[in-house]
């Protein structure tokens, strides 16, 4: 189930890496620190970083 969860999550912030923390626990129902533990052990930074990461990216 925590696999399956971490798939899932990777793929919402591929499609959108601006979902918060609070978005994406509402829809994989767990709670917030769930989704941190989760990005976590994923190497998943959070929103603030995600979001300088993707404006000094060059098209």
Known sequence: MKKE???????KLEHD???TDEELSEMLGVSVPTIRLDRLELGIPELRERIKKRGTKKL
């Open 17 to 19: 890496p601006f979902l």
């Open 5 to 11: 969860r971490q798939a899932i999550l990777l793929e």
